[in-house]
């Protein structure tokens, strides 16, 4: 009795903060956290959907120089805006061509993992591309491609076929955009699987070799299964990295020739902030669409990582 | 180990695979050396149209004499005046939002970590304008501490996933410890959990640390000219003053790119730690 009554005392002594230090200490935590994320990340979302809707030259309030059009920014976006319709497709081409940098990573993996001498140096001069800017990047490919000292006409030249201007031709533009892109990714996919095969299961490995399995067998039965996590991460990033491609393109080709190698990030930044006038609302719609199709990603991946917590609090 | 460890292959097969990985290299590497090739040679190699061939003479030291006299060291200061701020701000955020996700468990706190999740992966187009506003109505436009509030802002996201995820492997069993001894939960914060997070703070810091060195858009969204920009922005006007001079332009990329490739190498470890949580279970 005497004791549960002292106890009563402590806790009314200690004062409302120390008994409910368990469910506020979290918020405090947090507070500054939020409140940057919502201010610079969460709210600009809606009000990028806002801005879509109207018509409005980015001078002035929304609410007083804007002119409120309802989805008219949309309408002519998806039936009469055939630069839309060519960025829209180049997104779509740098979404299937960067994926190519999964399978390419994983061959380098392979053929780097093994134990010997110096092996480390090499392993870290093949990811040395993915810690250079996409600046740099864009600058180096640039050259690499220019028509008349490029190393790239160089070789063709010696295999015997004619220059191109890669970056110069509407049709090649943009894959030669893209296979600057790949480059730098294809180094880090590699560096994920080299990390992924570290922690292989040698005993399964052993025992798979004891019944034969060798070469692609093994690989795509025993290996590949347990690399699934690394191959997640590497397809979310590569997929985001795709549809967020900007700067390579900025760099290399400014979107052109004639426009023929924008992509909707690319286009919304020439829309509401370049040269051709301060179309906010225009530029906001592309956002948003550019926006919704992440979004299906994005959906992925929390999908995924729930899936993961419900089976981890089981 | 897969595949077969080479020292098990013939003799043949060990000097055919020694040999090779230097070429691999080499081809991998091929159009960055292309760049440090030009960034020695003359300007008169390109003139003659020696591309390729020997460096008629070797111009190391002017050509990057001539880049450090250029605006280039204001731009690289700048970078290091954004860059580092960002680190600092953005880890010690995430270590407080990462501690309260990862320690406690309370309605919304799945939902808030989902937010900031969802929030890390969003194009950037969709936020240029509303933060464009914002940083101008704020005063902050073209200073390099807006740029820097955006970035702190948008990097809690990922590192927040980061140091949640971190945290939440930790043992459990040493915050009750430490709750059973009475101690306040600030304490526990500061004592038990941040002096295990060491590894993570690094790993993320070196991470951000490039991520932020490398931004383009947000530079050119938010700032103008040599006071503010950082390298990335100042390299394209760097290279419309030396139009054409590509010995000097590539001695300039070089410059540019150097921090973070030192910063790789300095810090391999943590870097690579970093960059593949979560790729391993």
């Known amino acids: ?314 | 180990m897969f595949p077969r460890p080479i020292e098990k292959s013939s003799r043949a097969w060990q000097l055919g695979y020694q040999a090779i990985l230097p070429l691999v290299m080499l081809l991998w590497l091929a159009p960055l050396l292309a760049v440090a090739l030009f960034s020695i040679r003359p300007d008169s190699d390109f003139i003659i149209g020696n591309y390729w061939g020997w460096p008629s003479s070797f111009e190391m030291i002017k050509n990057y004499g001539m880049v450090f006299g250029s605006a280039m060291p204001r731009y690289i200061m700048n970078s290091f005046m954004i860059t580092i701020p960002t680190v600092i701000g953005a880890v010690a955020l995430s270590c407080m939002t990462g501690f309260a996700l990862g320690v406690y468990r309370f309605r919304g706190n799945l939902l808030i970590f989902f937010m900031f999740i969802a929030g890390n992966f969003v194009p950037f187009q969709i936020l240029m304008v509303p933060v464009r506003d914002l940083t101008l109505d704020l005063g902050l436009y073209n200073t390099k501490t807006g740029l820097v509030l955006f970035h702190i802002a948008f990097q809690t996201g990922f590192c927040t996933l980061f140091m949640r995820n971190f945290i939440k492997a930790l043992p459990y069993e040493l915050i009750e410890a430490a709750r059973v001894e009475g101690i306040a939960e600030w304490r526990i914060f500061w004592y038990v959990v941040l002096p295990l997070m060491k590894p993570a703070i690094a790993a993320l810091s070196v991470l951000i640390f490039t991520f932020i060195w490398n931004d383009y858009f947000w530079a050119i969204v938010l700032t103008q000219g040599e006071n503010t920009q950082p390298v990335t922005a100042g390299i394209t006007s760097f290279n419309a003053q030396y139009r054409a001079m590509y010995h000097l332009m590539s001695a300039g990329s070089i410059i540019a790119a150097l921090p973070p490739v030192l910063m790789f190498f300095l810090m391999q470890k943590h870097f690579i730690a970093g960059l593949t949580l979560g790729a391993v279970k």
């Open chain 1, 1 to 314: 009795m005497t004791t549960k009554s002292a106890w009563n005392i402590t806790l009314a002594k200690q004062g409302w903060y120390k008994r409910n230090e368990i469910a506020l200490t979290p918020w405090l935590f947090l507070i500054p956290g939020i409140v940057m994320f919502t201010m610079y990340v969460v709210f600009p979302i809606f009000q990028s959907f806002q801005i879509s809707l109207f018509k409005w030259d980015g001078l002035g309030k929304l609410g007083t120089h804007g002119e409120y059009v309802g989805l008219a920014n949309y309408e002519k976006l998806l039936t009469r805006d055939r630069s839309f319709n060519i960025s829209l497709w180049n997104n779509l081409k740098w979404l299937i061509f960067y994926l190519v940098s999964i399978p390419a990573g994983l061959l380098i993996a392979l053929f780097l993992n093994q134990a010997v001498r110096g092996i480390r140096l090499y392993k870290s001069l093949f990811f040395f591309p993915f810690v250079i800017s996409q600046i740099v990047v864009g600058l180096v490919f640039t050259w690499f491609y220019d028509p008349q000292y490029g190393l790239f006409n160089g070789i063709i030249g010696f295999v015997g076929f004619e220059p191109i201007n890669v970056l110069g031709d509407p049709g090649l533009a943009t894959y030669g955009v893209i296979a600057a892109g790949v480059w730098p990714q294809t180094a880090f996919c590699m560096i994920l699987y080299l990390t992924g095969l570290n922690s292989v299961d040698t005993e399964q490995v052993e025992a798979a070799r004891l019944d034969g399995a060798k070469g692609m067998k093994m690989l795509w039965y025993v290996i590949l299964p347990q690399l699934r996590p690394a191959t997640f991460i590497a397809f979310v990033v590569t997929v985001i990295g795709s549809l967020r491609s900007f700067d390579l393109i900025a760099i290399m080709t400014n979107g052109g020739p004639f426009g023929s190698s924008r992509v909707l990030g690319f286009y919304m930044f020439e829309k509401s902030l370049s040269e051709y006038g301060f179309k906010m609302g225009y530029g906001a719609a592309i956002a948003v669409i550019l926006f919704l199709i992440m979004m299906i990603f994005i959906g992925y991946f929390l999908w995924r990582t729930y899936q993961d917590e419900k089976a981890a609090n089981q």
